[in-house]
């Protein structure tokens, strides 16, 4: 429900307790007349109980739909376990629910993008993970490369060289666009930068997470800046 400081559109957006990334890139994506208003939860055994909790909190708010800061490739069946998650908070709270993850896929679909490079926070045992999650949703992964971040409380102080280093590194002439995976990586503010430099679209998951709430509850207003995913209407 729209309210004095936002109306247009409240969303509520959920964020595992440690990862200071998805709050601030969010939050500077944000068209005139929205806000977002967040709520985190415990990223442990008992993710999905964390999750309905924090959301049944945040619904007060009054949001129109929720945003899980949260992507999973890197788990053994995590798009499932993530799939799940959203349809249980979706029968709690009445509310639609855009993951991180199935956000990712939808706007390479969007582009038209079948061959990806990938950079992730992650070790090379987990990128393997992230290979099999992609190529499970029909893509094709052409280049992978982690950052083998120690921790995931460490992934949001990666360094912004190491981050344009990855993309660089998964860059070739066979991947149609570049892609980020790990929400705790900060990277929305390099995509222009990254399009600019290496003539391909970059996906970097917590703007397709926003770019799909906003395009699919209505707003279409262009975000630009940011890439060229959001700056279409």
């Not at 995590?78 to 509310?95: I, N, P, S």
């Not at 992230?130 to 982690?146: D, H, K, L, N, P």
Request: proline share 6%.
């Amino acid at each position: 429900m729209p309210d004095t400081l936002s109306p247009r559109k409240i969303l509520g957006v959920l964020v595992p307790y440690f990862n200071t990334v998805v709050q601030p890139e969010l939050d500077d994506l944000r068209p005139a007349g929205v806000s977002n208003q967040t709520a985190r939860f415990s990223l442990d055994a008992a993710v999905v109980q964390n999750l309905g909790e924090a959301a049944e909190k945040l619904t007060a708010c009054g949001p129109e739909a929720l945003l899980v800061g949260l992507s999973t490739e890197a788990f053994p069946n995590g798009l499932a376990l993530l799939a799940q998650g959203a349809k249980d908070l979706r029968e709690r709270t009445c509310l639609p629910v855009f993951t991180a993850s199935h956000a990712t896929h939808a706007a390479l679909r969007h582009l038209g993008v079948t061959r990806v490079g990938v950079v992730t926070p992650f070790d090379a045992g987990a990128n393997e993970h992230v290979r099999a999650a992609f190529e499970s949703e029909g893509f094709e992964v052409a280049s992978i490369q982690g950052l083998a971040c120690p921790s995931p409380d460490r992934i949001p102080h990666a360094k912004l060289e190491d981050v344009r280093r990855a993309f660089a590194e998964a860059d070739s002439a066979a991947a149609e666009a570049l892609v980020q995976v790990g929400t705790g990586l900060p990277v929305v503010h390099l995509v222009d930068e990254l399009e600019g430099t290496f003539g391909k679209p970059v996906v970097a998951c917590n703007a397709a997470t926003y770019w799909q709430a906003l395009r699919e509850t209505g707003i279409a207003d262009p975000i630009r800046g940011f890439g060229r995913l959001l700056a279409a209407g």
